[in-house]
């Protein structure tokens, strides 16, 4: 690791011992994290990917990956509240660097202001969702907006919404939104088998209107895009490193119980099987980080992504499976840790693309047909 990389872990870890306690206590109440968000904040890790010269940390993916890893096996809830946040500044500064996009006054904004983002992208994806009404001099946006995670601590809203072009057809606009502005309302929908601490809730939007200036991008709705390539190749392994964080922390726990039992004749298979579980899912997450670090976005890029994807997820769910078996009856209570790990890695299954559009997706790019089709 860097000096700079070792700078922030280190960040990382001071945060991830203060919350570390209260994670059962979010978990227990369906409360959000605001006590690990201030932790972040005082560490400055909400500006830590902004460059430099914006006034941010300089801090780069695999960084800030390794940061969002320590904090899983802590709180999975705070490690992926926390890089829905992240990645967003992250595409706002690859885009800024390789593409010269006009992203530098949404990146000194998040350093001199420690703006939290919150995303939507995720339940939007590629048809996006919610309605964009042209009026004078901007859009009216009637949306609801599920899976917002980060949301109760959150600034600025990360979102888009499908205009009826009469020339161009349905098109989508992609914008920013104070959660302050008139017409915005956060609905306390949150209540979810894990990772209850996100604060995902619901933002409703009810004829929010958006200034023709501050449309950031306009796209078809439905076809690939390259912003969602970069989106592929960069905010995945930020996102999916709470979940080898998570497996990580519940391998580590189940492996403290079991050093305290007496020598089983099956419990070493066990063990086995968790600790090639979790090789699997720590191999497939090595290379999506180094693809987000070198790779040049596109449909090859995104196919190797999304298959690292679906194999991390499949490696974290299944180290967690077997620290249950692992630390045996102990693991069904809750005060170690174990069931909420359980629940927490299950998110795992359900951002984009989920396993059957990525089989689909790699199946036709393997075949050398459109990934459109």
Known sequence: MTKNTILWVARADRVAEAITAQAAAHDADDSFVADAYAQL???????????????GGGADVE??????????????????????????????????????????????????EDLVLVSSGGSDWLASGGVATKVEGGFRITARKPFSSGCPAGDLLMTSAVWDDPEGGPTVLHFAVPLKAEGVKILDTWRTMGMRGTGSNDIELTEVFVPEA????????????????????????????AYVGVAEGARAQALAIARKRPEDATLPFVVGEMENAFAAAEMAWERMVATA?????????????MIGRTLVADGAIRTVERAMETAGGQAFYRKAGLERAFRDVQAARFHPLQEKPQLRYSGRLALGWDIDG
């Open 41 to 55: 904040k005082a560490e400055g890790l909400f500006k830590a990917l902004v460059p430099v010269e914006f006034g």
């Open 214 to 241: 501050a449309i950031s991008g306009r796209r078809p709705q439905g076809p690939w895009h390259m912003l969602f390539h970069i989106i592929s190749m960069i905010a995945f392994p930020l996102i999916y490193s």
């Open 293 to 305: 670090m070198t790779g040049t976005p596109g449909p090859e890029t995104t196919g190797r992504a």
């Open 63 to 112: 960084t800030m990956c390794r940061v969002i890893r320590r904090l899983g096996a802590a709180c999975g809830s705070t490690a992926l509240a926390f890089a829905m946040h992240s990645h967003l500044v992250a595409v706002a500064a690859w885009r800024h660097k390789n593409q010269g996009a006009p992203t530098e006054g949404l990146l000194k904004r998040v350093a001199a």
